[in-house]
Structures are given as structure tokens and as C-alpha cells.
């Protein structure tokens, strides 16, 4: 007991000596600090309508509880595995197609000798990312549309008919993953460049010495060099398995498609907004928040135990 007492005693000494000497560099974390509380952590609160039968006039603590009633009338919502399904399958093709894609690019740029070049090209890849996905859907319109698309003004111009692209079911996941690539692809080498540029250079002198071709310094120098960057995108990229892209495949989604591009986000703005079913909404978009904490829980855990790199 008297040890614990002054281990106790210790560490709030030490903790007295840290804010002491460090107390004004802590005050730069205080503007942050209070942005999370309010924008990011006190909205939080509003969770508990999920567990309510939630009433304008009743407001949120007011209304009353009904308990789990909205998670298992959505676990029993005849659209449930349809929501679900569509979920995984564009969130697992965007992650196998496009978690590679920006490693791909940056190991490219990173063999790019000629520094002009290398920096156009660059620059040229990252501009997509600030194009906001509604100009990305005109741009998409303009080249497919049935009527005034560039696609079908061709087909007609060699008397074949115009194909309605956006409106075909089969078409719909290219459509979404390769948008998807061409926006973020080049914004996204950027952090593989900077993992790149901490190889040391001295690894590719003393590997050209012992007759190691391109290949091989890639195998053996590149990739085991930007290992541990990869391994924390692809955990971070695990939590967004049950979160595809809303605003995208709103933007994209036509009636027709409308079976395989029902994914839950698109589900929980229509219940919640189109038809103000706010208590539900909120209880399918939590459901989606803990399977996603779940997965990142289960990846880091797996990785921990199989490999060195993990979140935590």
C-alpha cells in the first residue's frame, strides 16, 4: 500500500515537472482541444435518439425511450442484406482496386529521374482531389449521357444507338471505383512519397555495388521500406469498409441502378431527411459506426499479433 502511495506521489510530481517546463507549448493544443469538444465530440449527444421515439415538441432528452426498437426493426427491414450487400461490394472493390493504386503512383514518381517532369506529373495528378464530386458527376454526364453525352454523339455519328452507361446495373461499380481512383489516387501517393523520401539513400549505393538491379531494390529496398506506412493506410482503410462514399454515389445513383447502389449512408440520409425518420436514421448510422470499430479493433489486433505494425 505504501508503495502504491508513493508511486502515486511520483507520478504526480513528474507530471507537475513536464507541465512546468512544457506548459506553454501545451497551449497550443488548447484551440484544438476546445474545436474537438465542440464541433467534434459534444454533437456526439445526439446518438441518444436512437435509443428514443424521438418528437420535435419533446426535443432529444425529452422524447421517450423506446430502447433497441430501431436496430432491430432495421436488422428486420426487408432492404437490410440489399443495403448491406452493396455496402461491402463497393467498399471491398474500392479497396482492392484503388488502397494499391497510389502506392503504384508513388513508386513511379519515385523512379522518375527527370525533376521537370516528375514535378508536372505530380502536380497534374493531385489537382483532381479539389474537384468537388458534384463537378466530377457533370464531367461523368457529359461524356455518357444518352442524349448530349460525347460517348453516345460518337455511336450515333456511326449510326449505332446510344446506351443509357449511367443507367446500366453491371456498370454502375466501374463507374464508382474508377471515379473514385482518378479523384484520389494522386493526393493519395502523397504520403507514400514522403515515407519514400525516408529510405536511406545509402541501402541503394551499397545495393548497385553488389550488382542489384531495379527490381531487386525495389523488392528488397523500396517495398520493405514503406512497409509500416502501408500497413497503418490499410488499417485505417479497414474502418471505412462499411463506409462508401456518399456524396459520390448520390450523385451517381439513377433509379435504375437503384438495387445495386442503395449503400447505407444514401439509406440513412433518405430515412432520416426525405422522410424525417431522425431516431432511426441515427440508430442505422450507429450501427454502421460500431461494425466499422469493430473491424478496425479486429485488424489491429490481427496485425499486432502477425506483424510489428498497429495503430495502438
Do not use: C
Not at 436512437?50 to 427491414?77: I, M, Q
Not at 471515379?179 to 525516408?198: E, H, N, P
Request: no cysteine; glycine share 8%.
Amino acid at each position: 500500500m505504501d508503495n502504491d502511495k508513493a508511486l502515486r506521489f511520483n507520478h504526480r510530481m513528474s507530471l507537475k515537472k513536464v507541465f512546468s517546463k512544457y506548459g506553454s507549448f501545451y497551449l497550443f493544443l488548447l484551440p484544438a482541444i476546445i474545436w474537438y469538444a465542440i464541433f467534434a465530440y459534444y454533437p456526439m449527444t445526439g446518438i441518444i435518439i436512437a435509443f428514443k421515439k424521438y418528437r420535435y415538441g419533446l426535443g432529444v432528452f425529452g422524447s421517450h425511450w423506446v430502447g433497441l426498437r430501431y436496430f432491430k426493426e432495421f436488422l428486420a427491414d426487408p432492404h437490410f442484406y440489399e443495403i448491406i450487400r452493396n455496402t461491402v461490394v463497393i467498399s471491398l472493390a474500392k479497396l482492392i482496386v484503388n488502397f494499391p493504386a497510389p502506392i503504384i503512383l508513388a513508386l513511379m514518381f519515385n523512379a522518375v529521374s527527370a525533376k521537370i517532369f516528375k514535378r508536372t506529373m505530380q502536380t497534374v495528378s493531385y489537382l483532381p482531389h479539389f474537384v468537388s464530386w458534384v463537378v466530377v458527376a457533370a464531367i461523368i454526364q457529359k461524356f455518357f449521357s444518352p442524349t448530349t453525352g460525347l460517348i453516345n454523339d460518337i455511336r450515333v455519328s456511326m449510326d449505332l444507338k446510344p446506351i443509357y452507361y449511367l443507367g446500366q446495373k453491371n456498370l454502375f461499380l466501374p463507374f464508382i471505383v474508377l471515379s473514385d481512383m482518378w479523384k484520389g489516387v494522386g493526393y493519395g501517393s502523397i504520403i507514400y512519397l514522403a515515407a519514400l523520401t525516408g529510405i536511406d539513400p545509402t541501402l541503394y549505393e551499397a545495393a548497385e555495388i553488389d550488382g542489384a538491379n531495379g527490381w531487386n531494390k525495389l523488392w528488397h529496398i523500396t517495398i520493405p521500406g514503406i512497409s509500416g506506412t502501408v500497413g497503418i493506410m490499410f488499417l485505417l482503410s479497414v474502418g471505412g469498409l462499411f463506409g462508401a462514399n456518399m456524396e459520390q454515389i448520390l450523385l451517381l445513383q439513377t433509379p435504375a441502378t437503384f438495387d445495386v447502389s442503395e449503400v447505407i449512408d444514401t439509406y440513412v440520409l433518405k430515412r432520416g431527411l426525405n422522410m424525417n425518420q431522425f431516431d432511426y436514421a441515427t440508430a442505422v448510422g450507429l450501427f454502421r459506426s460500431v461494425i466499422s470499430l469493430a473491424l478496425v479493433v479486429t485488424a489491429n489486433y490481427l496485425s499486432k499479433k502477425f506483424s510489428e505494425v498497429s495503430l495502438w
